[in-house]
């Protein structure tokens, strides 16, 4: 099995700003589809996944809308507004950017510093 | 962030509660459901698979805490609960709730009352626009600064003014009396003739129709008139159809084109107008012609200080003079006086006064408060312990007190803003002369702010210390030790404390109202010398304007006897037992200074004395006791030189010994002024003393009899009468009779306005309105004081003894005696109430000289002091002695079991 990720702060919304841009998914189905793509690797904690959702659906990121599931039941799904497109957008620049500034350090060997 | 979107969900979850949570359950019902049938698809048999799901998920119905959180409610949800909680507390304890409302209530309303008035009286009292800019321009004579005078400009002048660089907008007017005919009598009306910027300068828009405009003056001005708010109630009885109507104003028709509203009282100066009139129609034809037609006020503009407008319209003033020189005093200089300012010198101190008598009613209300809080608090001592035990933090439970104790407060202030609104009226009321007239209370904006203010710091002030007190960790034992509670040492002192200082404040409050009231009995007790029930002065103003009515009356001998026919029509009318000529002679304050001689006495010292022109029925109308001598009788009175009657004031200045009469003296000023007054032959000549009459007041209700001199009103006539007139029973009521009467000497001889009762005169002499004022208003603080401080000393003894009712019972059964037991009961509250009598003691004395200054009262310096502590404390025993006797009474097996 491989190792496990925690996610870092923030991530996890935008994690799942990613996982619904592709298409709109219910609760369950963003958290499938995170594991998925992540290939199981990640940790989610599942008191903080709903919390992260509710928050997003306030500030107007996602805008959830009830439907029915593959089997037949209620449920709600969730899309991308277009403000949470263009934050979708900035916060990928951020992370990566981030990620490559982290990575660059820590690629240095100590005859390099 | 989206904050629409924010605020749609705060919204729905707040509004639509149930809904949002039962979405909220669905959801997760339906994610755990599908993740049970994931798993039971990989194998796990369905109740492990539920009891995983359930576990990594949490309980459904938490998930609806969750979901407010998220979105950001909890400090929300959190304040209404406690907001709940308060409420509920409220409710269940009705006695407490209704004392510390009250309290404050009490309190808060008194404040907001007094801002009320302060905000109508000093604050905004004006209605114009930019009235802080508006100045009325004040020529101060160098030689006797005190002494005020205002000036009114010719046309060519008045244009010099306006050009000044400093004036935004310049406003001349004129007070006329004119008279309303074309009824069946003649009605004096004051009219104001204004300059046709009037509209633009007071930027008051009317309350009907329309005001004065530049367009009124064409054709040498417009027949137009607008009408004052208070003649329109008096004249038209508040009837809106009046627009377009005619007023017939000596002869002449005007149309009617505006009212103005109830806050628009031009002007305090000069005296407030019934009706406005376009100045325009003062023009040169006007018989006799008016020379000085503007009266300035200034608007001046924004950015310019008054020491350099000072500076610039000085000058041109001073140019002003040196035409007319004998208009201005010799040296003076020009001040622009902000139109508040002699408000602010009238009232400032009386309301100082009254904020600082409401300032202490508060603080006493949020003390009491405070008391109640802390005392009740520590029989909640178990319930916060239990609250902290369950991970309350102590900021968590701070709040929750401090919510508590500002629901208390603003359930008081809502109680005490509709109290205020019937409060702020009794100073108006009780007062009327000394406001303006413009200001009147509205409950507005900034004075419901202010009150809201006041409920928030009031409920912090009284809520902290309790808050702080209660909410300490080390006061979380009594839940684990036994159940009989102890009341923390620090938590009584504080309470004790709160005690002394509010019984210091209530003395203090009741000493001054005790002052109050004692300058006010003074004052009625003081004997007027003349007896003012059921009589009324009435004026007449001759006709001097019109040159057929002008000859009529032009020689002395004729005024005086156009006088005297009308002095006889009034006395001939039904239910009037006397009448006397008393022009400028009405008591308790009218007449006139003069400086005087007496023969054989040296003339080096300039003496005054008040002079009265009076008629020889004066003294028995007023009902003044003749002491010696006699009165002059009607020839001497048509002939007015060679007699004078003096007051005893008078007579003890210079014959002590009871020899006045025979003596000579001299009044110089009596000389015979301008083309209009009419004097005798001799009338600064010698005159015998023929009478000596008894002191009447005036000087004013509260000051000592000035030394007056009586002489013949024949002696000086100005164009205008007055007569003070008995009557049989209420005298305003003949008014209407007296009227025709005074019409059947000349047909267009009409009345002045200004008839009033002498009892209603005192009633509104400054100095009786204001110490009835204070009494009244200082008479009510401190009972309501009382009332508060006895509440919450009943109240803390109350609880106290509840507390100890186990502790007492035991005592009892080992024998104390029942009088031991009252006085421990009580002995603490006891103790602070002497301290708080002790302190208030000596806060009065220090500061009640301060207090009693701004109260004015001369009459009586008298201490209440000893009164005033002496029925406090009694109360206050009585308050502690109830409270605690129904403990004292319980039977020691009752007492025992009570816990």
Request: proline letters at 5%; glycine letters at 8%.
């Amino acid at each position: 099995m491989p190792n496990l990720v925690e996610l870092p702060q923030g991530a996890l919304e935008i994690l799942i700003l990613k996982a619904i841009s592709l298409g709109p998914l219910h609760g369950y189905g963003i958290l499938l589809r995170i594991q998925q793509i992540s290939g199981d690797r990640l940790e989610i904690q599942q008191g903080s996944f709903y919390p992260a959702i509710y928050r997003l659906e306030s500030r107007g990121w996602i805008t959830g809308e009830w439907g029915e599931s593959e089997n037949n039941r209620r449920a709600k799904f969730y899309r991308l507004s277009p403000t949470g497109k263009r934050q979708l957008k900035a916060e990928s620049e951020r992370w990566v950017e981030m990620i490559g500034v982290v990575a660059n350090i820590l690629k240095l060997s100590a005859g390099e510093s | 962030m989206n904050l629409v979107a924010q605020i749609r969900a705060w919204w729905y979850a707040i509004t639509d509660r149930t809904r949002v949570h039962q979405q909220v359950e669905t959801e997760l019902q339906f994610h755990v459901d599908a993740y049970t049938e994931d798993l039971i698809r990989s194998g796990a048999t369905r109740e492990d698979a539920q009891r995983r799901a359930r576990l990594e998920l949490g309980k459904i119905e938490t998930q609806n805490e969750r979901y407010r959180e998220a979105i950001g409610l909890r400090l929300f949800d959190e304040i209404g609960g406690d907001l709940r909680f308060g409420l509920r507390s409220i409710w269940k304890q009705p006695a407490f709730s209704a004392v510390a409302i009250l309290s404050l209530a009490l309190g808060i309303g008194a404040t907001t009352a007094m801002f009320s008035l302060i905000y109508a009286v000093l604050l905004h009292p004006f209605p114009y626009a930019d009235s802080d800019r508006i100045m009325d321009p004040v020529v101060i004579n160098e030689l006797n600064p005190q002494q005020l005078r205002w000036f009114a400009m010719t046309r060519p002048q008045f244009q010099t003014l306006s050009r000044a660089k400093s004036i935004e907008s310049l406003l001349g007017f004129r007070n006329v009396n004119l008279e309303i005919t074309g009824s069946e009598l003649p009605e004096d009306v004051a009219a104001i003739y204004l300059t046709e910027n009037a509209d633009s300068f007071f930027g008051v828009p009317a309350l009907l129709g329309r005001g004065i405009q530049p367009t009124d003056a064409q054709g040498g001005g417009q027949p137009i008139v607008v009408l004052n708010f208070r003649f329109w109630q008096r004249h038209f009885h508040g009837d809106s159809a009046v627009i377009g109507r005619t007023l017939q104003l000596d002869h002449a028709n005007y149309t009617i084109v505006g009212v103005m509203p109830r806050s628009f009282a031009f002007n305090d100066t000069f005296g407030v107008g019934d009706i406005y009139l376009p100045r325009s129609l003062l023009h040169d034809s006007t018989n006799p012609p008016i020379q000085w037609p503007y009266t300035p006020w200034i608007k001046l503009k924004a950015d310019v200080s008054t020491a350099s407008a000072d500076a610039e319209l000085n000058a041109i003033v001073q140019q002003f003079a040196k035409e007319f020189p004998e208009r201005y005093p010799k040296q003076f200089h020009l001040q622009l006086q902000p139109i508040i300012v002699p408000f602010e010198q009238n009232t400032g101190h009386t309301l100082a006064m009254l904020l600082a008598g409401v300032s202490l009613l508060l603080i006493i209300g949020c003390v009491n408060c405070s008391i109640l809080l802390l005392a009740r608090g520590a029989a909640r001592q178990n319930e916060l312990a239990v609250r902290s035990a369950l991970g309350a933090s102590r900021s968590r439970i701070i709040r929750q007190l401090l919510i508590e104790s500002l629901v208390v407060s603003f359930t008081g202030a809502v109680l005490g803003v509709a109290a205020s609104w019937w409060l702020a009226k009794l100073p108006f009321a009780l007062s009327p002369g000394s406001f303006p007239s413009e200001s009147f209370i509205r409950i507005n904006l900034p004075i419901l702010g202010f009150s809201v203010g006041l409920a928030l710091v009031s409920g912090i002030l009284c809520g902290l210390a309790p808050a702080l007190r209660l909410s300490r960790r080390d006061l979380a034992h009594p839940m684990q030790s036994s159940p009989q509670r102890i009341a923390s040492r620090g938590n009584k002192r504080r309470i004790h404390i709160l005690i002394a200082g509010q019984i210091a404040l209530t003395l203090l409050l009741m000493a001054t109202a005790g002052t109050a009231m004692g300058a006010f009995l003074h004052l009625m007790r003081a004997p007027l010398g003349y007896d003012p029930k059921n009589v009324m002065q009435v004026g007449i103003v001759m006709h001097w304007d019109n040159p057929a009515d002008w000859n009529r009356i032009r020689s002395r001998a004729d005024r005086s006897a156009f006088i005297e026919q009308v002095r006889q029509k009034i006395a001939y009318v039904p239910g009037v037992l006397s009448v006397a000529v008393a022009t400028d002679a009405t008591p308790p304050n009218l007449g006139r200074d003069e400086t005087f001689e007496v023969l054989g006495e040296p003339a080096g010292q300039q003496q005054q004395a008040r002079i009265y022109f009076i008629g020889q029925q004066y003294f028995s109308t007023l009902r003044i006791g003749l002491l010696s001598g006699r009165i002059w009788d009607p020839p001497e009175n048509m002939r007015g030189d060679s007699v004078a009657v003096i007051n005893k004031s008078f007579a003890q200045l210079y014959w002590p010994h009871g020899n006045a009469i025979g003596h000579q003296i001299r009044i110089p000023g009596l000389q015979p002024v301008g083309s209009l007054v009419a004097t005798s032959s001799d009338s600064t000549g010698w005159r015998e003393i023929i009478g000596v009459v008894s002191d009447a007041r005036n000087n004013g209700v509260d000051m000592p009899v000035l030394p007056a001199i009586y002489v013949p009103y024949t002696t000086l006539m100005a164009p205008y009468a007055q007569f003070d007139i008995r009557t049989q029973g209420e005298p305003l009521s003949l008014l209407h009779t007296i009227r025709a009467a005074v019409a059947s000497v000349s047909s267009d001889q009409q009345i002045s306005n200004g008839a009033y009762d002498l009892q209603e005169a005192i009633d509104r002499d400054a100095q009786w309105s204001k110490q009835r004022l204070f009494s009244v208003l200082f008479g009510v603080f401190s009972t309501m004081a009382l009332l508060l401080a006895l509440a919450g000393l009943f109240s803390v003894v109350s609880y106290s003894v509840a507390q100890r009712t186990m502790e007492f019972g035991v005592r009892l059964a080992l024998g104390a005696s029942r009088s031991h037991i009252l006085w421990i009961a009580a002995r603490a509250a006891v103790f602070s109430v002497v301290v708080g009598l002790t302190v208030g003691g000596v806060a009065d004395i220090l500061a009640g000289h301060l207090l009693r200054t701004w109260m004015g009262s001369r009459g009586s310096g008298a201490l209440y002091l000893p009164e005033a502590s002496v029925l406090l404390a009694i109360c206050a025993m009585l308050a502690c002695v109830l409270a605690a006797r129904r403990t004292a009474s319980a039977k020691p097996i009752e007492a025992l079991r009570y816990e």
